[in-house]
């Protein structure tokens, strides 16, 4: 009987670069990489979002080639986006009609040792982006949405408290009130009956 042969295990993770071939030539690229801010992350690994259509090899290739990284290994997995109602977009989203939007494909990278990337540090003001002018317009937006949303009868007015203000001023004889066309000046309206109801003459 032959004594046992002790195979050599690679590691998981590869230690050494292997330059990739480069077969795919691209010259106008149609695609877009979003390099992602995580700060849980070491330094040596980088995430981005890629289009479906783009695999391992292809990042890795593309990161080669056009930035010098030497990427040792690279995760990639696809995050399904959540059913909702009706396209986006719409300012009266139907019921009944489920959308749900494009997957997002996530790659993570990691690079040898030597090509740390490290985000510069966040400002402290925003101002000179405007920030507080976006942030206002992204509150109204998310409030027109769920105002015109499947519970937007449920949520209150914006004018409700001017409302009961002027209720209860009523009710307390602090004011008292006066028609329409006595208010604001205008001609008092006769009504006038007729077969088919009444009809608002104007005097």
């Not at 050599?8 to 390099?35: E, H, S, V």
């Not at 399904?80 to 019921?95: A, C, N, S």
């Not at 006066?178 to 000046?185: A, K, L, S, V």
């Amino acid at each position: 009987m032959s004594p046992p042969v002790h195979r050599t295990l690679r590691p998981l993770r590869p230690t050494t670069f292997t330059p990739p071939k480069g077969c795919k030539p691209i010259y106008l690229p149609n695609f877009t990489l979003t390099l992602l801010r995580t700060p849980s992350l070491p330094p040596t690994f980088a995430s981005f979002y890629t289009p479906l259509s783009l695999n391992k090899l292809d990042l890795k290739d593309y990161l080669y080639h056009l930035y010098n990284i030497r990427a040792l290994a690279v995760r990639s997995y696809i995050i399904q986006q959540p059913v909702r109602h009706d396209k986006p977009g719409k300012k009266l989203p139907k019921q009944r009609r489920w959308y749900r939007a494009r997957a997002v494909k996530k790659m993570t990278v990691e690079m040898e040792r030597g090509a740390e990337f490290r985000w510069p540090e966040v400002p402290a003001s925003l101002e000179p982006w405007d920030k507080r002018q976006f942030d206002l317009a992204e509150k109204a937006r998310e409030e027109e949405q769920r105002r015109h949303g499947p519970q937007g009868d449920m949520i209150p007015r914006a004018d409700r408290k001017s409302i009961a203000e002027q209720a209860r001023a009523l009710l307390e004889e602090r004011e008292r009130w006066r028609p329409t066309w006595m208010e604001y000046g205008v001609g008092r309206s006769l009504l006038a009956d007729n077969a088919g109801g009444t009809k608002a003459v104007q005097k």
